[in-house]
T-cell receptor
C-alpha cells in the first residue's frame, strides 16, 4: 500500500527553527509537495521537489532524498503566523497526489 | 500562481435538500479537478477525480449518486450533495491541476452545514 508518515504535532518557539519530516512509500514517485493549511482554510502551496537536494525559498526550505523516501520542510525565524498544519503530498506513478495526515505546528511566544 | 475560486464559501441547508458547489479555474484550463472533504483536525480525503467531458472517478466508499460531480468545461466543475443529511456537514475543497508539474491549486473551500 501507499503510505506517507509525518508527525502529528510539533511545538516550537517564535524566532526559532523547526524541521518537519515526511517519509513515504508509494507506487512510483513523480515529485513531492509541501502545503501549508491554516485552520478553516484551504491548503496553499509551499514547495515542490522532484530531484534530490535542498530547495530554499525565503524562510522556508524543503529537502528531498529519493533513495531514502524522505523529505523535510525547514522553517526558520518562526513567526506566530506560521502556526498551521503542514501537509506532505507525493505524486505517485499515476500522477495522483497521495496526502500525509499533516503536522500541526504550534508556535509559542 | 493559478487561481481557483469556489462558491459558495459557506452554506447552511436543511436536511433532505440538495446543495451545489461550484469550482472554477480562473486563469488556466484544468483538464483535471479534484474534490476533497475534510473533517475537523483531519487530513484531506479525496472524494473523486473529474476529467473534463467524462464521468468522475470516485474513491472507494464515496457514493456517486449522493455526490454528483459534473466537469462540463475546462474551467468549471460542480459538486452536488443530494438529499443532504447532518453527517454530510463538512469542509469541501476543490482543486484544479495543470499538466506539469502536476501541482494542484486549491479553491478556498466551502463550509457546508446541514441542519
Amino acid at each position: 500500500g501507499q503510505n506517507i508518515d509525518q508527525p502529528t504535532e510539533m511545538t516550537a518557539t517564535e524566532g526559532a527553527i523547526v524541521q518537519i519530516n515526511c517519509t513515504y512509500q508509494t507506487s512510483g514517485f513523480n515529485g513531492l509537495f509541501w502545503y501549508q493549511q491554516h485552520a478553516g482554510e484551504a491548503p496553499t502551496f509551499l514547495s515542490y521537489n522532484v530531484l534530490d537536494g535542498l530547495e530554499e525559498k525565503g524562510r522556508f526550505s524543503s529537502f528531498l532524498s529519493r533513495s531514502k523516501g524522505y523529505s523535510y520542510l525547514l522553517l526558520k525565524e518562526l513567526q506566530m503566523k506560521d502556526s498551521a498544519s503542514y501537509l506532505c503530498a507525493v505524486v505517485d506513478s499515476n500522477y495522483q497526489l497521495i496526502w500525509g495526515a499533516g503536522t500541526k505546528l504550534i508556535i509559542k511566544p | 500562481g493559478a487561481v481557483v475560486s469556489q462558491h459558495p464559501s459557506r452554506v447552511i441547508c436543511k436536511s433532505g435538500t440538495s446543495v451545489k458547489i461550484e469550482c472554477r479555474s480562473l486563469d488556466f484550463q484544468a483538464t483535471t479537478m479534484f474534490w476533497y472533504r475534510q473533517f475537523p483536525k483531519k487530513s484531506l480525503m479525496l472524494m473523486a477525480t473529474s476529467n473534463e467531458g467524462s464521468k468522475a472517478t470516485y474513491e472507494q466508499g464515496v457514493e456517486k449518486d449522493k455526490f454528483l460531480i459534473n466537469h462540463a468545461s475546462l474551467t468549471l466543475s460542480t459538486l452536488t450533495v443530494t438529499s443532504a443529511h447532518p453527517e454530510d456537514s463538512s469542509f469541501y475543497i476543490c482543486s484544479a491541476r495543470e499538466e506539469l508539474p502536476y501541482e494542484q491549486y486549491f479553491g478556498p473551500g466551502t463550509r457546508l452545514t446541514v441542519t
